[in-house]
């Protein structure tokens, strides 16, 4: 769990610079920026669901 | 055709742009800062100031080229060495008082923090290109 957090943590402070740098208006950063923490966090649980499955060991 | 917009564009930043994309780049939010953007200078400085100070709290290190480095294990230095370079005075404080240099590999969090640390810099370099392009005017 708390790899998950510092991994949220990650996402939120990215995508706080990734909306604020973004072209539009505050409504358009505003909704780019959440929208990139959403995809942040969807790849990592899909990825973190792919990995379990593999066979690493 | 491309020449002419790239001399056009060049001929016309403003001395002030390249003084403001410097201390953006110095101080994560100055750039931002020094233009009035208050709301942008602080969520950017804050989250690249904050991204930093996490990395080094996970027990990430910097990177940097020493002497004993040859070869290939320059590039795998230097490459991230840059992208920490990007945190400004944060970096160059922390190479001066010799701080985040060690690495803390038994940490769980040691790649976190690493991570963290690098994406800081990369941050930056953003936040200086932003900061740069409002003050030649070429952003709002």
Redesign the interface.
């Known amino acids: 769990m708390r790899?998950f957090l510092?991994m949220a943590?990650?996402a939120a402070?990215?995508s706080?610079?990734?909306g604020?740098?973004v072209?539009g208006s505050d409504r358009h950063r505003l909704t780019y920026g959440l929208k990139v923490f959403g995809e942040f966090l969807a790849v990592a649980f899909i990825l973190g669901w792919i990995l379990y499955f593999l066979p690493l060991r | 055709m491309v020449a002419k917009q790239i001399e056009r564009s060049t001929a016309s930043t403003p001395p002030r742009a390249w003084w403001i994309g410097v201390a953006a780049w110095a101080v994560p939010g100055l750039g931002h800062l020094l233009q009035k953007r208050w709301g942008?200078g602080l969520?950017?400085g804050?989250?690249?100031w904050?991204?930093f100070f996490?990395g080094l709290a996970?027990g990430g290190h910097l990177f940097r080229v020493s002497g004993n480095d040859q070869g290939f294990s320059i590039i795998l230095q230097a490459l991230p060495m840059v992208a920490n370079i990007g945190s400004g005075l944060l970096y160059i404080v922390c190479w001066l008082t010799n701080t985040g240099f060690v690495e803390q590999a038994q940490r769980v969090?040691y790649e976190?923090g690493n991570?963290?640390l690098l994406?800081a810099g990369l941050?930056n370099y953003?936040?200086m290109?932003?900061a740069f392009d409002i003050a030649a005017g070429r952003?709002r």
Request: charged fraction near 10%; glycine fraction near 6%; avoid cysteine.
């Open positions: 790899h510092w943590l990650f402070l990215t706080v610079v990734f604020v740098v072209k | 942008r969520l950017l804050g989250a690249v904050g991204m996490v996970l969090t976190y991570t963290f994406v941050l953003l936040a290109l932003d952003k």
